[in-house]
Structures are given as C-alpha cells and as structure tokens.
C-alpha cells in the first residue's frame, strides 16, 4: 500500500489547490473605533449559478495514520471549510489527469488556518484530527448535482 506524508500547510504549497484562510495572509484593516482587525478577501469564490450558502459540518474525528479511499471534486463550484475550534485538521488535495485524482499530497493545518478548494480540486473527504470537528463550510447552494467522488483503487495510508 502506498504510503504519503504529510506537510505543513503553507500558501505557497497550497496555491494550486485553493486559499489558505488564515490571519497573517494580509494586513488587517482597522474597524470598530480601532477595536478590531479585518482580515479582508482572504479565499476567492467562484460559483457557477446558484446561491453562496453558509453551513455548519460536523464531522467525526480521524487519527494518523489515516487511510485514503475516497477522492471528491466540485465542478461547480469552490469550497471554504474554517474550523470552529482551535485544533488543527488533515487537508488531502490532488492534481487531475483526465477526470482522476494523482499526485496526492497531505497537508496539517496549523492552529488557526482555514482552507478554500479552488472550483473542481480533487480534495479527500473533511478531516477534523480532534474533537469537536466543527466547521464553518462556505460553498455554493443549488439543484445541479455539484459531486464528483473517485474511489482509490488501492487505499493510501496518510502519515
């Protein structure tokens, strides 16, 4: 079985895939009589019809190693997920070669980050390392069917 490790989640390695969401990404503008930072336009949406929608993922917690054997893609439209608590999460991105996953790479995000798949970005399935897995997902609403999922052949193990 294949094997992949996983790396720390930066901008720069994750530019292909999407945003990282995160508050050092840019200078903050000064709101609120000068009490609070705004973080501005830090993930860029792209939808193709339909509505933005605003929702709450639960999730169940997964330990490493981990073992992949499901890809997904949202041809649709781009996909925001912001954790609601301070823990770090597994994030699984993949280049596409003629409508299949490859080159898959792992990232862990720091304490903090967010992410946001770029429309049609072969990504793994929401992946909390701890509990609660609560987030905050920014996607497009509508009644196309908006999945694609690839199931792996040969299950990957994460580490």
């Known amino acids: ?8 989640l930066t901008a720069s390695a994750f ?19 000068g009490n609070c930072e705004r973080f501005h336009d830090l993930a860029k949406l792209d939808f193709a019809g339909g509505d933005t929608g605003i929702s709450l993922f639960s999730a169940k917690a997964r330990t490493l190693p981990y073992e992949l054997d499901l890809m997904e ?3 649709l439209g781009s996909q925001a997920f912001i954790p609601m608590s301070q823990h770090p999460f597994l994030v699984i991105v993949a280049h596409d070669d003629g409508g299949k996953p490859v080159d898959i790479q792992a990232f862990i995000t720091s304490i903090g980050q967010g992410i946001n798949f770029y429309r049609n970005t072969w990504h793994g399935v929401l992946t909390p390392l701890h509990e609660p897995g609560l987030f905050c997902v920014i996607d ?3 009644d196309e069917r908006n999945l694609q999922e690839y199931p792996l052949p040969t299950p990957i193990i994460v580490a």
Do not use: C, W, Y
């Open 1 to 8: 079985m294949m094997q992949i490790k996983t790396q720390p």
């Open 140 to 142: 497009r609403i509508g």
């Open 73 to 75: 893609r949202h041809p």
């Open 15 to 33: 530019a292909p895939f999407g945003d990282v969401i995160e508050l050092n990404s840019v200078d903050p503008m000064i709101i609120n009589q």
